[in-house]
Every structure is written in structure tokens, then in C-alpha cells.
């Protein structure tokens, strides 16, 4: 599976910005997909994580509220939906998905990781 994040860029704190995923070489609805993001210094933190078909959908405590997870199976793409964006919001941002199960949160249950799109806030 290869996956590509795209979308990232500079930005004022209040912004909107949207972030997109592409997967090629596996049926993209068979894939759960995981957004993760990693801030300078930081270790990388669970984002957003969205089931296979849509209906189920995982954010983290830091962008509940104010990003939002969706898919377009026929386009093969999955996107993130940031609002309201804040200067901790800033960090090198992945999606990734896996082929077992266990929990959306935690990173070691994804298998395939996409390259990463940065993302930086200013106040």
C-alpha cells in the first residue's frame, strides 16, 4: 500500500486548511486510514482515525471539535478537515493504515505510512 499526504502548508492561527491522502495498490475501502501528526521535540500523537466504510470516526482529545475525518471511497482519498486551527496544531502530519484491528489511537497497529505534509501555524 502507498499512501500520500498532501495539502499541508503555512497558515494563521483561525484558519482552515484541509489535508488530503491518497492510497494506491490496495482497494481503498478495505482500509481503515489513521491520521497522526508529530510536532517538533515531540513524540507523534493519534489525530483522526475513520473506519473502512465512514461510520465510524476517532479523534483525539487535543482536535475533537474542530477537525473532522472524512472519506471518498470512489476517489480513493481520505482527507482531514481542520478548523480553527491553533499553533499547537503545528506538526509534520501522516495518514497510515493497517491491515489488522486493535485500537485507531495507537500508531504500532498501523502498517503502511505515508510520507508526511507539513503543517505550521502562526499566532
Known amino acids: 500500500v502507498q499512501l500520500q499526504a498532501s495539502g499541508g502548508g503555512l497558515m494563521q492561527a483561525g484558519g482552515s486548511l484541509r489535508l488530503s491522502c491518497s492510497a494506491s495498490?490496495?482497494?481503498?475501502?478495505?482500509?481503515?486510514i489513521g491520521w497522526f501528526r508529530q510536532a517538533p521535540g515531540k513524540e507523534r500523537e493519534f489525530v483522526a482515525g475513520?473506519?473502512?466504510?465512514?461510520?465510524?470516526?476517532y479523534y483525539g482529545e487535543s482536535v475533537e471539535g474542530r477537525f473532522n475525518i472524512s472519506r471518498d471511497n470512489v476517489k480513493n482519498t481520505a482527507y482531514l478537515q481542520m478548523n480553527n486551527v491553533k499553533p499547537e496544531d503545528t506538526g509534520v502530519y501522516y495518514c497510515?493504515?493497517?491491515?489488522?484491528?486493535?485500537?485507531?489511537?495507537?500508531?504500532?497497529?498501523?502498517?503502511?505510512w505515508g510520507q508526511g505534509t507539513l503543517v505550521t501555524v502562526s499566532s
Open positions: 495498490g490496495h482497494p481503498f475501502s478495505r482500509l481503515t
Open positions: 497510515a493504515t493497517r491491515d489488522g484491528g486493535g485500537t485507531y489511537y495507537d500508531e504500532r497497529n498501523y502498517d503502511f
Open positions: 475513520i473506519s473502512r466504510g465512514g461510520l465510524l470516526r
